[in-house]
Nanobody
Framework: QVQIVESGGGLVQPGGSLRLSCAAS????????MNWYRQAPGKERELVAS???????EYLDAVKGRFTISRDNDKNVAYLQMDALKPDDTAVYYC?????????WGQGTLVTVSS
């Protein structure tokens, strides 16, 4: 069964950290580009970070220097380490896998940054 499951969201104070995990199963994880998207209330979904199979990474300008994407191809897991969180980072975060024309999505995990 093809599945992507996110975890690690929650409530954190401004300046705090969270690590999101994306557990993949049922497909050849190591050949997929893995992405983290987010969608804030009333806003469109936006691409936050990407990591391709060779570990090249790209980031949304707003999170550069604060977020780090990584992957473990042995465990079929992608991560998003989020540091120095701001209230503007509040959103549902989605894990996404892409390979050629195939695209897979998780159900999302809510991150709330508030004091």
């Amino acid at each position: 069964q093809v599945q992507i499951v996110e975890s690690g969201g929650g409530l954190v104070q401004p300046g705090g950290s969270l690590r999101l995990s994306c557990a993949a199963s049922g497909f050849l994880f190591k050949v997929y580009t893995m992405n983290w998207y987010r969608q804030a209330p009333g806003k469109e979904r936006e691409l936050v970070a990407s990591i391709i199979p060779t570990n090249y990474k790209e980031y949304l300008d707003a999170v550069k220097g604060r977020f780090t994407i990584s992957r473990d191809n042995d465990k079929n897991v992608a991560y998003l380490q989020m540091d120095a969180l701001k209230p503007d980072d509040t959103a549902v975060y989605y894990c996404n896998g892409k390979f050629n024309t195939r695209e897979l999505w998780g159900q999302g995990t809510l991150v709330t940054v508030s004091s």
